[in-house]
């Protein structure tokens, strides 16, 4: 079988519909079908224990990857806040033991924790890293040695909300990165993509993509 055979399907290993909505948003450009864990009746855990997002990105495609066999992007990011080093990070839904709330309640306990943080400490910095798995007939991103792409954008929490809650992706509603004077949710498409932790991660992969792609 030869090196590098055109990719037609990509498998985003996420549940959450705010992320998969912005890479899809990046990478829908491409002519390759993107699928959704949900597209494929996919309800399985995988156990985030890896120390940084890398590790975890790493753990999502290949998890996915060996159970489908399909090309597979793994996804994590989480956000860094000066207030509270060491505490957000790879376990940022988790914060304060609330992996299982909404979108809602994650946010209003965030917001409270902040609300006594003086403007001079409200920095923080959202970090995103991708793991790219191809398969063995695809040169640079094979299950053993996956491709790795991150992204990282600084910007300062907001003291209220100043956009309404995307779901999945409620801090976007109270981060306003460096330059702007929107919070996140409430940039343009082209705006968000073109300056988020995300977006700058997933120009990566479409970058990467597009000549395998295009084979």
Same mark, same amino acid.
């Given at each position: 079988?030869?090196?590098?055979?055109?990719?037609?399907?990509?498998?985003?290993?996420?549940?959450?519909?705010?992320?998969?909505?912005?890479?899809?948003?990046?990478?829908?450009?491409?002519?390759?079908?993107?699928?959704?864990?949900?597209?494929?009746?996919?309800?399985?855990?995988?156990?985030? +224990?890896?120390?940084? +997002?890398?590790?975890?990105?790493?753990?999502?495609?290949?998890?996915?990857?060996?159970?489908?066999?399909?090309?597979?992007?793994?996804?994590?990011?989480? @956000? +860094?806040?000066?207030?509270?080093?060491?505490?957000?990070?790879?376990?940022?839904?988790?914060?304060?033991?609330?992996?299982?709330?909404?979108?809602?309640?994650?946010?209003?306990? &965030?917001?409270?924790?902040?609300?006594?943080?003086?403007?001079?400490?409200?920095?923080?910095?959202?970090?995103?890293?991708?793991?790219?798995?191809?398969?063995?007939?695809?040169?640079?991103?094979?299950?053993?040695?996956?491709?790795?792409?991150?992204?990282?954008?600084?910007? @300062?929490?907001?003291?209220?909300?100043?956009?309404?809650?995307?779901?999945? @992706?409620?801090?976007?509603?109270? &981060?306003?990165?460096?330059?702007?004077?929107?919070?996140?949710?409430?940039?343009?498409?082209?705006?968000?993509?073109?300056?988020?932790?995300?977006?700058?991660?997933?120009?990566?992969?479409?970058?990467?993509?597009?000549?395998?792609?295009?084979?």
């Amino acid at each position: 079988m030869p090196r590098n055979p055109k990719l037609k399907s990509l498998l985003i290993a996420t549940k959450n519909p705010g992320k998969f909505a912005e890479i899809s948003e990046v990478l829908g450009s491409l002519p390759i079908k993107l699928l959704s864990l949900k597209d494929l009746n996919l309800k399985d855990e995988v156990e985030e +224990h890896g120390l940084t +997002h890398e590790e975890n990105a790493i753990l999502k495609a290949q998890y996915f990857f060996e159970k489908t066999g399909l090309p597979t992007l793994g996804e994590d990011s989480g @956000i +860094h806040v000066d207030a509270f080093p060491g505490e957000l990070g790879v376990q940022t839904r988790r914060w304060g033991g609330l992996e299982k709330a909404t979108d809602e309640g994650w946010i209003a306990y &965030f917001l409270e924790q902040m609300q006594n943080v003086p403007e001079d400490k409200r920095g923080a910095k959202f970090v995103c890293f991708a793991a790219l798995i191809l398969g063995q007939n695809f040169a640079g991103a094979s299950q053993e040695n996956p491709a790795i792409f991150s992204g990282e954008t600084r910007g @300062i929490i907001t003291k209220t909300l100043e956009a309404p809650l995307k779901r999945g @992706i409620p801090i976007s509603s109270c &981060f306003k990165p460096e330059g702007f004077y929107k919070v996140y949710a409430a940039l343009t498409v082209e705006e968000k993509n073109r300056v988020s932790h995300r977006g700058k991660a997933m120009h990566y992969v479409k970058d990467f993509l597009a000549s395998r792609a295009n084979q």
